[in-house]
Every structure is written in structure tokens, then in C-alpha cells.
């Protein structure tokens, strides 16, 4: 219930009595299960990265970057995606020191670093293309929020650019 209402309403905008009324659990159990509301979004933003890399790593890890970008075109367009849950909480809590500010951070590392590795292959600055091509995600998920459904959400060609621009370099 939380991860639902996190993602769609924001976390700032949800309350755990909110929760705890539509999950319909009581306030002692709330409480036994998480200490606070930090500690529950924590556990939600921990969930979502969890929920990321189970899904890039099935049925078996990508064996180069565009059998990744792939996944994300097609996580990107999923009708109940509506953009980037970390990038979504960051923007709630611009301050970059803040824990949740810092657990997206970490996220983002995470997927530059991944992204990294799948250009090995290239004789480029990786960790440099691994980030522009993230901002490609990036803007194709705060696409994805501003238009919903209505439009396609392009990540492969667009990230194949951004690597010839790279190789060109």
C-alpha cells in the first residue's frame, strides 16, 4: 500500500495514517514493523532498487547494452510506470544530504556503474557515456510523467546516439 502511494501521491503528500487506514493495519503493528516514517520510506526506496535489478536480471543479466536499454524502453512503457520512483522522491527532498535524497543517489550510482560495465567493450570514457546515457532514462521516465501513456517512450535509439557520439569523440 505504502510503495503505491509513495510512487503515485509522493511521499511528502502521503501520512502513515493514510497508509495504516487503507492497508488496514493498526498503529502498534505500524509502528512494531517500522520505527518511523523514514524508516518506512527507506524501506520503500530500498524495495524499488530491489525491484529494478530483479527485473534487469531476468531471465538472465544483459549480455551488452542494448539488450539493457531494451529493458528499460520497455520497463519505460509499462502503463503503470509514471516516471522514475528515486528521481520522484528527490525532487521532494532536493537536499542532497538528506537520507532519501542520498539512497537515489546511490540508485544512480548503482545504474552507472551497471551501465559502465556493459561498455567494456568500447574504447570510450565508460564511466562518462554510462551517465549521459542514464540521462537518457532519466528523461525518458520524466517524459513518461509529464506525458502518461500517450506517447511511446523511446530509450534504445535515443542511447545508441549518445554511444556514436562517444565513439566519435
Known amino acids: 500500500m505504502a510503495d503505491r502511494l509513495f510512487y503515485a501521491e509522493g511521499v511528502r503528500a502521503t501520512g502513515t495514517e493514510k497508509i495504516m487506514s487503507l492497508a488496514e493495519v493498526a498503529k502498534a503493528t505500524f509502528y512494531r514493523h517500522f520505527e518511523s516514517k523514514d524508516a518506512l520510506v ?3 526506496l530500498e524495495h524499488r532498487d530491489q525491484a529494478l535489478w530483479d ?3 531476468k531471465p538472465g543479466p544483459a549480455q551488452n547494452l542494448k539488450e539493457a536499454l531494451t529493458k528499460f524502453e520497455q520497463y519505460a512503457n509499462w502503463p503503470e510506470v509514471i516516471g522514475c520512483p528515486f528521481l520522484r522522491v528527490a525532487s521532494e527532498f532536493p537536499d542532497t544530504g538528506h537520507p532519501f535524497h ?6 544512480q550510482d548503482k545504474i552507472v556503474d551497471y551501465l559502465a560495465d556493459l561498455l567494456r567493450p568500447f574504447p570510450i570514457d ?10 537518457v532514462i532519466d528523461g525518458a521516465l520524466s517524459t513518461r510523467m509529464l506525458y502518461g501513456t500517450s506517447k511511446k517512450i523511446l530509450i534504445v535509439s535515443p542511447a545508441e546516439a549518445v554511444l556514436a557520439s562517444f565513439q566519435r569523440a
Not at 542520498?102 to 540508485?107: F, Y
Not at 565508460?126 to 540521462?135: E, M, Q, Y
Open 42 to 44: 527507506l524501506a520503500y
Open 102 to 107: 542520498r539512497a537515489a543517489i546511490e540508485h
Open 55 to 57: 527485473y534487469l536480471s
Open 126 to 135: 565508460r564511466r562518462a557515456a554510462a551517465a549521459a546515457i542514464l540521462s
